[in-house]
């Protein structure tokens, strides 16, 4: 029969778009149904909102054409330094210190506001991707050849393939009949970005607290990101004080070494679990990012483990498609999820393992723990390889888009 698309995409947050882009560069008919407004997230002013991105997610963003305008507004990480701390009393010197000379790719990874990652996704959809702000798709129907999409506005489109981008309650894989293993952390992410009177000099810092982790992530000027994980009844108490008092909070576990802090933009908090689908696929639809797996934000990880599903599945069904295969047959989309499901999980799980090993006060860790770091810094070719994980180079088979080629 023939569809309205050739795929549709539920969910417009960054994984969506990025890989409606890959896939409409292909020649693919692609829809993003996307619940929020087109403008909702790129707007002018810093809200505080930023990420991570390893080296191979810069890549892909360079592949899909975006970087260029991306570069002037990023913040190299040139050196990651982790450091154990009590909470209140700031960073013990630290343990495990990973430098980008040391790496033949350049930095360690980038920094990158929310807004300007969301609004050049947003205008290079322009064009190129049918993108529907404001509507949610809210039922599917799984036929022979096609799913069909229902969506809030009551209309329905057709397409041989639904890709889940709807985050860790998705609905499309909720109304699949994919099951969801994990657990609570009973840990909150506090998330707020601070001014600073001294430079950052494109230091990342990872304070482990037993409370949760602390990481402080440089951003371009004297400007940092901080993801400040607390146990839920602290962050409750955190999170409710006023500006000055939550500065005053911070300060000792921020430490003194970039002089005088102050807020800038907004204070934002969720709550932190480990979500894992059961299937990355089922008939006729796929998943992705946190729909697929939602971790611990630890290391950072969140939206490059979300990238690199984005790259596997474009390639994935821009080599059937190029094949005359039917891009939404189970033994297609069985190769995205070989790909991705061992790689997604192990790591989910070892950053669950790392927050639970740094949470625990036994001496006996503590002491395990310190030696272990202090292997990896000691150890050059095992730093090397944490430092290529860490950025993403680690992928085996690397999709060409996480190398910066095109599909």
Known sequence: MTT????????????????????????????????????????????????????????????????????????????????????????????????????????????????????????????????????????????????????????????????????????????????????????????????????????????FMTTGPLAILPLPGNRSSVVWSETDANAGAIKSLPDDEFLRVLEPRFGGFMGKIALAGQRFSYPLSLSLAESYTAPRIALVGDAAHGVHPIAGQGLNLGLRDVAALAQVIVEAARRGEDIGAVDVLERYQQWRRFDATSLALGMDTVNRLFASENPVVAALRGAGMGAVTAIPGLRRRFMRQAAGLSVDPMPRLLNGQAL
């Not at 909470?87 to 033949?104: K, T």
């Not at 290079?124 to 049918?130: I, R």
């Not at 036929?143 to 057709?158: N, Y």
Request: hydrophobic residues 45%.
């Open 4 to 207: 309205d698309f050739d795929i549709v995409i539920a969910g417009g947050g960054l994984n969506g778009p990025a890989l409606a882009l890959a896939l409409a560069g292909a020649g693919l008919r692609v829809a993003v149904i996307d619940p929020r407004p087109a403008d909702a997230r790129a707007a002018d002013e810093f809200d505080g909102r930023a990420y991570a991105l390893a080296v191979a997610s810069q890549r892909l963003l360079r592949a899909l054409g975006l970087w260029g305008g991306l570069e002037g507004e990023s913040q190299p990480i040139r050196e990651v330094k982790a450091s154990q701390g009590q909470p209140g009393e700031g960073a013990a010197p630290f343990f495990l210190h990973f430098d980008s000379a040391e790496i033949e790719e350049g930095p360690v990874g980038y920094m990158l506001e929310d807004r300007f990652l969301y609004r050049a996704l947003l205008t290079g959809m322009d064009g190129s991707v049918t993108h529907m702000p404001g509507v949610s798709v809210i039922s599917q129907e799984i036929g022979a050849a096609h799913v069909t999409a229902g969506l809030s506005d009551d209309r329905q489109i057709t397409a041989q393939l639904l890709i889940g981008a709807d985050g860790r309650g998705s609905g499309v894989a909720r109304r699949a009949g994919i099951a969801r293993q994990g657990w609570d952390y009973g840990q909150t992410a506090l998330v707020a970005a601070i001014d600073h009177e001294l430079p950052h000099e494109g230091i990342a810092h990872q304070y």
